[in-house]
């Protein structure tokens, strides 16, 4: 007769990871560009994922996607003001996702519990505000210097390389500001901000326990959606839901703190199972 299988460690982690939900409040993002750009549909929107289980909602002004129409400061603030006002009003931690200087600003002073950086906040100018708020910040690697992403061509082993010499050097500049370590996530990235193949992306999502172990900082990933997944399984946008949502229960098998996700109900449950039956593995 064969013997149970035992695990010396659980499935998931202790502390399920934290879920982000995404509220896109674009003209063209690539999966829901249109639907949320009404600042009542926005909040609507926000809220309804508040309600599937996620900790903390995040708002995004403009599209960062390759192809993505340019989008003014003055047009990322009038987007985000009333549904800012309206979901820290009632309790809802916000973040917000952009890589302006001045919109990051306004997002300290209107309230926002955290702010998403894809270019991980390299405004040297940024980090007094960030310093005297109590902001979470999300320090996102990307291989573009600047914009949003593109379909460039990489190599995975210099993707991964430039990736530690990034948070390395990002994490000590904020530390250095007056930032507290207590208050960085970092995010590798994923899809087009690695390249325009999925192995640097595969890469990433493998590589988050010595990502956490190098940094000893969270981790957050946003798998949803993105390039790679559709790349690897010929699916469109609205097809890798299942892809996205495995990606999700891998990351966070391998430890990752938050997951950013359009589809929260999804990971909210996928996530709850995980830890259940984690608890009981090797005690069956």
Not at 35 to 60: C, S, T, W
Not at 177 to 192: C, H, K, Q, S, T
């Amino acid at each position: 007769m064969c013997s149970p299988v035992t695990r010396s460690a659980p499935l998931l982690p202790a502390g399920n990871p934290r879920i982000v939900g995404i509220v896109n409040m674009t003209a063209d993002s690539f999966s829901d560009g249109g639907r949320y750009l009404d600042p009542a549909a926005a909040v609507a929107r926000a809220r309804r994922l508040r309600a599937d289980g996620a900790d903390v909602v995040e708002l995004g002004p403009a599209a960062s996607h390759p192809g993505s129409v340019p989008v003014s400061v003055a047009e990322e603030r009038r987007r985000l003001a009333p549904v800012l006002k309206a979901l820290t009003a009632d309790g809802t931690a916000v973040s917000v996702d952009s890589f302006r200087t001045q919109t990051l600003r306004f997002a300290v002073s209107a309230g926002a519990a955290w702010l998403n950086d894809i270019h991980g906040f390299g405004d040297p100018g940024l980090y007094p505000v960030l310093a005297a708020s109590q902001c979470r910040l999300v320090v996102m690697h990307a291989v573009q210097e600047d914009g949003v992403a593109t379909e460039a061509a990489t190599d995975q082993a210099a993707v991964r390389e430039g990736m530690y010499r990034f948070f390395a050097r990002r994490l000590a500049a904020l530390q250095a500001a007056g930032i507290g370590r207590d208050r960085l996530v970092i995010d590798p990235g994923l899809g087009y901000f690695l390249g325009s193949t999925p192995g640097p992306s595969l890469a990433a999502l493998a590589g988050i326990r010595e990502l956490k172990d190098t940094f000893g900082v969270p981790v957050l990933v946003s798998p949803s959606r993105k390039s790679f997944l559709r790349a690897l399984t010929g699916r469109d946008v609205t097809g890798s839901g299942p892809a996205a949502l495995a990606a999700e229960i891998f990351a966070a098998w391998q430890g990752a703190d938050y997951i950013r996700t359009h589809d929260v109900a999804a990971a909210r449950d996928a996530l709850t199972f995980l830890a259940a039956i984690s608890s009981q593995v090797g005690h069956a």
